[in-house]
């Protein structure tokens, strides 16, 4: 049974950066880690995702974190760090770390029921 702890959340300004971590229980070079989030009133949606074949390690992105957002993994392989810029007001939500054994494509990482191990989350602010 894997475990995944979300940490790094607060209050921010516009603009501002913050970081994100995700501890897994788990080796996340055999499991794509994956980063969503939920806004108040608003579905799940996937944010980034690190994910692992024989090719190599590929990260993905929604097209609204693109450029702003990264998402990186420790060389150890248990902590998954999601590196925030240019944070806007839309960007305020619970952010939820998740995880599945297996490799993904960048239209497949996006899709939140391959995953089956998640976070409590970590809530961002991002205040004007």
């Known amino acids: 049974q894997a475990q995944l702890a979300e940490s790094g959340g607060g209050l921010v300004q516009v603009g501002d950066s913050l970081r994100l971590s995700c501890a897994a229980s788990i080796r996340s070079g055999s499991h794509t880690i994956g980063w969503f989030r939920q806004a108040p009133g608003k579905e799940r949606a996937f944010v980034a995702a690190i994910t692992r074949s024989g090719a190599g390690v590929f990260s993905h992105y929604a097209d609204s974190v693109k450029g702003r957002f990264t998402i990186s993994r420790e060389d150890a392989g248990n902590t998954v760090t999601l590196q925030m810029d240019s944070l806007t007001s839309e960007d305020t939500a619970t952010y939820y770390c998740?995880?599945?054994?297996?490799?993904?494509?960048?239209?497949?990482?996006?899709?939140?029921?391959?995953?089956?191990?998640w976070g409590q989350g970590t809530q961002v602010t991002v205040s004007s």
């Open positions: 998740a995880a599945f054994a297996g490799f993904c494509t960048a239209v497949g990482c996006k899709d939140r029921r391959l995953y089956n191990y």
